[in-house]
Each structure stands twice: as C-alpha cells, then as structure tokens.
C-alpha cells in the first residue's frame, strides 16, 4: 500500500498567518492528491482535489501544489474558521490511504 | 441537496457481523463511485472500501479485505458494507461518502454524518 507521511502533525499558528502543510507519499501517485478539513464533531470537507484544484465553494486563501511524491496544502491567511485537523489523501491506487491528520490550533 | 444517511451501527460482539447500509438523495445514484471511510474515536480517517458506478470496480483496506464486502443497489439508490468476523479494532464512526467521479479514482466531495460501530463483549 502506499503510505502518506504528513507534516508537521500539529501546529500553532495566529490568525493572519500563512500556513504549509506538507504531504509525502511513498511512490509516486502524479495528482492523484487530495485534501480534507475536519473539524471536531463533523464529517470531513473537500478542499483541493487532483493536487491542486480548489472544491466548488472553498475560499481562495487554500491552495495544493505538488506531484510525484510531495504535495504542499497552503492556507495564505489563517481565519478563525481554518482551526481544524487537515488530511491528505491518494486516490493513485485502488486502495486508497489517508495521511494521518495535521491539527492546526490557535496560539 | 446531497444527503447520504448512514444506518445499521450498533453494539456488536467480536466475531460477528453487522451490515450497514447507506441511503442516497439528491443526485444521480448511478454516475458516481462512492465509498465507506472510518474514524475510531480520537484517531484519523481510514478509507474502508470503495465500488465504482456499476460495481465493476471493487476495493478494500488490507484490514478489511476477506472480511467486508461492499455493494450497491443503483435501483435503491443504496450502498452496503457486509462487515463479518468483526474485531475491537473495528471500532469506528463508519461514514457512507461520495466520489466526486463514476470510477474511483477522484476524490470524496460529500460525506454522511456517519453510524457508529463498537464491537465489544
């Protein structure tokens, strides 16, 4: 199976500040990267889809970049709202993983 | 509106099974793959298992494959997970979710609230 490395696992961060959330995988999945916002209580959300495509509905300040095996999730200007845990995910192979969560709180 | 509602979660002791099932609205059934992805309490998302439109296109997570088994019925607009021999680590928040494509290898852009399973004696 292929596995997904995120990091860091936790972070703290202001509002206003720019945030980077590195994904890995460990072969080469091209695109086939997404990302998810969850937050505590609730089902998760679509963010970024095919690593760098921005979901119907979510705000500009998310980003993807990447291929291959490295992938970044970009917030631009952390908002209130963003506090949640982040999840990467392949869909490169017929099984899918998820990385294990990156949780973004408030300093 | 797209809604997907989880059923069949229970208390259930290791070593038996359970089936859950998943009602969908709001969208054309037949043209999407969709999916089955778990949450133990605490812990991170696990994909279970998918299924393509037309169920021509079946996987699973090692830790399930050759216990659960996935299906669809597109004339009820309904997916099942067949979960037997099951285990404390199969403890979960089970969430019914949608692929955004007809074969599974999109991503998931709608999700249930999901049903909880806890497998204990």
């Known amino acids: 199976d292929i596995q997904m490395t995120q990091s860091p696992s936790s972070l703290s961060a202001s509002v206003g500040d720019r945030v980077t959330i590195t994904c890995r995988a460990s072969?080469?999945?091209?695109?086939?990267l997404n990302w998810y916002q969850q937050k505590p209580g609730k089902a998760p959300k679509l963010l970024i889809y095919a690593a760098s495509s921005l979901q119907s509905g979510v705000p500009s300040r998310f980003s993807g970049s990447g291929s291959g095996t490295d992938f970044t999730l970009t917030i631009s200007s952390l908002q209130p709202e963003d506090f949640a845990t982040y999840y990467c995910q392949q869909s490169y192979s017929p099984t899918w993983t998820f990385g294990q969560g990156t949780k973004v709180e408030i300093k | 509106e797209v809604q997907l509602v989880e059923s069949g979660g229970g208390l259930v002791q290791p070593g038996r099974s359970l089936r859950l099932s998943c009602a969908a609205s709001?969208?054309?059934?037949?043209?999407?793959?969709m999916h089955w992805v778990r949450q133990a309490p605490g812990k991170g998302l696990e994909w279970v298992s998918g299924?393509?439109?037309?169920?021509?296109?079946?996987g699973y997570a090692d830790s399930v494959k050759g216990r659960f088994t996935i299906s669809r019925d597109n004339a009820k607009n309904s997916l099942y997970l067949q979960m037997n021999s099951l285990r404390a680590e199969d403890t979960a928040l089970y969430y019914c979710a949608k692929d955004k494509g007809a074969e599974y290898s999109s991503s998931i852009d709608y999700w249930g609230q999901g049903t909880l399973v806890t497998v204990s004696s």
């Open positions: 709001g969208f054309t059934f037949d043209d999407y793959a």
């Open positions: 299924i393509s439109w037309n169920s021509g296109s079946i």
């Open positions: 072969q080469s999945i091209s695109s086939y």
